[in-house]
């Protein structure tokens, strides 16, 4: 067969000598850059196809641990309007985070004929609005409420409270990845109607002369009636696998 490419004779001859010497040269630097161009270019193609084929994967893990925690005799098909938007939110989650596991807990009430009912559409908001540290702190009250007591100084002249300073708090901070957050998630968490924070008793606090010079109020937070629907159908009974 003709060598119509000239390899044979590159090969063979003073032509890959120059070939080599020419490498450093403007038109193949050129044609070099173009090749890496095109490799990245092809990369940059294909990556819509691997992001597919990791989320399948990652999908399909979901789905047996989901399955495993549903008899096979309970299972059902899935309502779209509650797997569709869980699944568009589970897309680009970490699979190991816990905001994810509560979206698990969620279709796995939607696959079962006895707690489908649980499965309210609007706790797929809920959960793409809350943090890593408010979940944790919904598990919690799950299991108990928190009782809070603070202090305020009072002005006598200006009839006004200040200073406000806690002092006792059954609040489990040591499980928060941002302990000196608790009372901004306490609130956010009562603005989405999952729990409340109230006060049920207060008392003066005296100085000299039995005059007030504070105040000392005890409260608590507590779940909802929304919260612990929210929490039965979306918090695991027995923690998250990853804090």
Not at 78 to 100: A, S
Not at 142 to 157: A, G, H, S
Not at 212 to 240: D, M, V, W
Request: proline share 4%; net charge negative.
């Amino acid at each position: 067969m003709a060598d119509i490419m000239g390899i044979g004779e590159a090969l063979n001859s003073k032509v890959a000598e120059k070939a080599y010497d020419d490498a450093g040269t403007k038109p193949a630097k050129q044609v070099g850059e173009l090749a890496e161009d095109i490799v990245k270019s092809a990369r940059l193609a294909l990556l819509p196809f691997q992001i597919l084929a990791a989320l399948q994967d990652k999908f399909e893990k979901t789905l047996e641990r989901v399955a495993s925690n549903v008899p096979q005799e309970k299972r059902i098909n899935p309502q779209l309007q509650i797997v569709g938007p869980i699944f568009e939110n589970m897309k680009y989650m970490d699979d190991n985070g816990i905001l994810y596991e509560l979206f698990e807990e969620l279709l796995a009430r939607s696959i079962d004929s006895e707690r489908i009912a649980e499965a309210h559409p609007s706790f797929i908001h809920i959960i793409s609005q809350i943090s890593h540290d408010e979940a944790i702190l919904l598990y919690e009250l799950k299991k108990n409420d928190f009782e809070v007591v603070d202090i305020m100084d009072f002005d006598r002249e200006t009839n006004f409270f200040s200073n406000r300073k806690i002092e006792k708090t059954t609040v489990p901070k040591d499980v928060l990845l941002f302990p000196d957050k608790d009372e901004m998630y306490h609130l956010h968490l009562v603005s989405l109607s999952l729990v409340s924070w109230q006060i049920f008793k207060q008392e003066p606090i005296v100085g000299i002369n039995n005059l007030q010079i504070g105040s000392r109020s005890y409260s608590k937070i507590q779940l909802t009636e929304f919260g612990k629907y929210f929490a039965k159908a979306c918090i695991p009974e027995n923690g998250f696998r990853n804090k």
